[in-house]
Nanobody
C-alpha cells in the first residue's frame, strides 16, 4: 500500500505565496509522473501542474509564470511553489502519483493524496 501525504496549505492574502509538499511512502519501486490538481466548490477537479520522472513539466495556463512544480526523487516528494496567489486559486489541492510497487514488470498504479485547502482572501 502507498500513502501520499500533503502539507503546506492554508490561508493567504492575494499576492502571497505558499509551498505545498506531497510525500509518498509505502511499497514503492519507482514513481513516474507526479502532479498537482485542484478542485474549487462546484467545479470539476483540474490539473494545475505535472512533472515527469525526467523533470519535464507542464502547467495550466492560469498558473503559468506563478506556480512551479519540482520533485525530489530521493525523498519521493513533489512540491508546488505558488506565488502571486489570486482569490481564484482558492481550492482543495490534491497531489497524485503514478508508480510501480514491485518492479519494472508490475502494473502502473495511481494514487491520490487526501487534499489540502488553499484559501486566498483579503
Amino acid at each position: 500500500q502507498v500513502q501520499l501525504v500533503e502539507s503546506g496549505g492554508g490561508s493567504v492574502q492575494p499576492g502571497g505565496s505558499l509551498r505545498l509538499s506531497c510525500a509518498a511512502s509505502g511499497s514503492i519501486f519507482s514513481i513516474l509522473g507526479r502532479g498537482w490538481y485542484r478542485q474549487a466548490p462546484g467545479k470539476q477537479r483540474e490539473l494545475v501542474a505535472a512533472i515527469t520522472s525526467g523533470g519535464s513539466t507542464n502547467y495550466a495556463d492560469s498558473v503559468k509564470g506563478r506556480f512551479t512544480i519540482t520533485r525530489d526523487n530521493a525523498k519521493n516528494t513533489v512540491y508546488l511553489q505558488m506565488n502571486s496567489l489570486k482569490p481564484e486559486d482558492t481550492a482543495v489541492y490534491y497531489c497524485d502519483a503514478e508508480l510501480r510497487d514491485r518492479g519494472f514488470s508490475s502494473p502502473l498504479l495511481h494514487y491520490w493524496g487526501q487534499g489540502t485547502q488553499v484559501t486566498v482572501s483579503s
